[in-house]
């Protein structure tokens, strides 16, 4: 029987060592998004190739020099889990690994978790390494979610695709940091992340559901918005349209989006006057990445300033495709 517990515990002490040394906390606290588990792993200097890879998500080999393989056949969490999980290998001086679906399903922190021990020791490196609890923490407080939200299928779905992580991890690492107990994980990975993304959508139909659905508030003020070519954004923003300001999306448009829907919600229960909520949806349909901003202002006046402003970068650049990462990438063309 393999050592479960200390296992865990030199996984999930090396991901923290790691995140120290990368200075990874401060980094999200100033700039937003979530752990770069692929500029990681090139900026340490390890080799990392994308391939179609047949009957196998990713693999790390420690000879001649360590290197690591990953799947470009799934979605970019899938890619990520499997990125960490193979650093983990790396970090722990394990011996070469050839890792197929099976580590999407293994549960290391479980009670009754038993198989080998270098590979226990990469579940919980990757689970740790991706979703510490002080992420959750940032995109709690960024998004001022209450203890309340988490129990909601809608949060949970937000939170994993601002963490970078499967909707089913996610839950995991809910019950994992203790915000929530088992009762509630059962009961949100009962929900699946598609009929939520249904719901959110109220009707339109995307030509294919390979894509996210970003909500985006006032609350992403400044947000890194990380995800991929197919993703939609759903922005919900206070507008103040009986004073005659009115938000203008035009840099979604001249950004490569397309608008699929552009409607306005009255508050419930309210009396003619008040702000109503303009929900602008839109998709994107291939990779991109810059920056967008928001302004609320009455159109007739142009040179006035905005009553309001959102700004935001976003980089849609995943799944990873084949060759380099897009780390690498970026990082040879600087
Ligand atoms: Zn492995």
């Known amino acids: 029987m393999a050592d479960v517990r200390g296992a ?31 500029g990681t792993i090139v900026g340490l200097g390890v080799p990392l190739i994308f391939k179609p890879l047949d009957g196998l998500l990713g693999a790390f080999m420690p000879q001649p020099v360590p290197g690591v393989l990953i799947t470009t056949r799934r979605p970019l969490t899938v890619q990520r889990f499997t990125g960490a999980h193979e650093l983990g290998h790396c970090r722990l001086g394990h011996r070469p690994s050839l890792d197929d679906e099976t580590i999407l399903r293994r549960m290391p922190f479980q009670e009754g978790a038993d198989y080998e021990t270098q590979e226990l020791e990469a579940d919980a490196f990757a689970a740790e390494f991706l979703t510490p ?19 909601d299928a809608r949060t949970v779905y937000q939170l994993s695709l ?11 690492a809910l019950q994992r940091h203790k915000v929530i107990e088992r009762p509630i994980r059962e009961r949100l990975l009962g929900a699946q992340p598609r009929v939520v993304m249904r719901n959110l959508l109220q009707g339109y139909e995307p030509p294919h559901w390979w894509g996210d659905v970003w909500v985006i508030t006032e609350r992403d003020q400044g947000a890194l918005i990380e995800g991929s070519r197919t993703d939609l954004f759903l922005v919900r923003l206070k507008e103040q349209s009986s004073a005659g300001y009115l938000w203008s999306f035009e840099e979604l448009e ?46 007739w006046l142009n040179r006035e300033r905005p009553l309001s402003e959102l700004t935001l970068a976003f980089d849609l650049y995943g799944p990873e495709e084949e060759g380099w990462s897009q780390a690498e990438r970026r990082r040879l063309a600087a």
């Open 8 to 38: 865990i515990l030199r996984g999930t002490a090396e991901a923290g060592r790691l995140h120290r040394a990368l200075d990874m906390r401060a980094r999200i606290a100033a700039e937003g998004g979530r752990v770069d588990v692929f």
């Open 133 to 151: 609890s002080w992420l959750v923490a940032e995109h709690f407080r960024r998004q001022g979610w209450s203890a309340r939200d988490i129990g």
């Open 162 to 172: 601002r963490i970078g992580a499967s909707y089913q991890a996610t839950c995991w």
């Open 254 to 299: 001249k950004s490569g989006f397309v608008t699929v829907r552009d409607e306005r919600e009255a508050p419930a229960g309210e009396t003619i006057g008040g702000a109503v909520t303009r929900c602008v949806t839109a998709r994107s349909e291939e990779r991109k990445s810059g920056k967008l901003t928001f302004r609320q202002r009455r159109p």
